[in-house]
């Protein structure tokens, strides 16, 4: 069946006008407010919004780390709705690599180790952990540095560990959360450099940001506010809505 823009493959993300409410206390917080969101496979896209505009709110339904009050969320027609919380950790980790702003390294474990870690909790093999580990830190540039601890890294070079150990499962969207905030600026360049690079071979990637520079740097931009997307521009230009599509 065709899917939205005509496609007869669905979309990595289709998010079809959720809420999210918090209660505090009496009060209702409206975090998000009637959103939807198409992601195709290979797009590259920026997040942005000030404090409280609902980016992140939005980047823990897009990560499964969260479900909606209402509407629908579904990655490659897999409708996320009615999973139980093992069945979307499941999901999440077949489908999700994560990178934080802080890198979240073991203090004491080799980069390595670092990368290995997601694939022990998966049930591979310590050989063809490693193996994978090795391969994924080839990929971000840092074969060399296969045996080295966080604290004889750079910040860059430890960012890439965690850009590793996103990747080492091979998942279909790589979601990363401010991922220069803790970095310089040259060395927040370099991991924009290798955003681009991975996404050049063919990752789809979704940075979530609220500095518009790095924002600038995806080749589209999704900015929220008050819980509700205000714009959607591809090199410039504003995006049409696309139509809502019911899979099955």
Do not use: C, W
Not at 63 to 78: E, M
């Amino acid at each position: 069946m065709p899917y939205t823009n005509g496609s007869t493959t669905p979309p990595v993300i289709e998010i079809q006008n959720i809420t999210k409410i918090y209660k505090m206390g009496e009060t209702e917080v409206r975090a998000l407010n009637g959103v939807s969101l198409t992601i195709r496979e290979g797009e590259y896209v920026a997040i942005i919004g000030t404090s409280g505009s609902g980016k992140s709110t939005l980047m823990n339904m897009i990560g499964l780390l969260d479900k909606p009050t209402s509407g629908n969320y579904a990655i490659r027609a897999t409708e996320t709705n009615r999973l139980s919380q093992n069945q979307m950790a499941d999901l999440r980790n077949k489908e999700i690599g994560f990178v934080f702003q802080r890198f979240n390294l073991l203090a004491r474990t080799s980069a390595r180790r670092q990368v290995e870690l997601p694939l022990f909790y998966a049930g591979v093999g310590a050989g063809k952990a490693a193996q994978m580990a090795t391969a994924a830190l080839e990929r971000v540039g840092l074969g060399d540095r296969t045996h080295h601890k966080p604290d004889e890294l750079s910040g860059g070079q430890q960012q890439r560990v965690a850009i590793a150990r996103a990747l080492v499962n091979s998942p279909s969207i790589l979601l990363a959360d401010e991922p220069t905030g803790a970095l310089d600026t040259k060395t927040g360049e370099e991991v924009m450099a290798l955003f681009e690079e991975l996404n050049q071979q063919g990752m789809t990637l979704i940075l979530v940001t609220h500095d518009t520079d790095i924002a600038a740097q995806a080749h589209r931009v999704v900015t929220l506010r008050d819980g509700e997307i205000m714009s959607d521009e591809m090199n410039g230009l504003t995006l049409e809505p696309t139509p809502v599509v019911a899979y099955g």
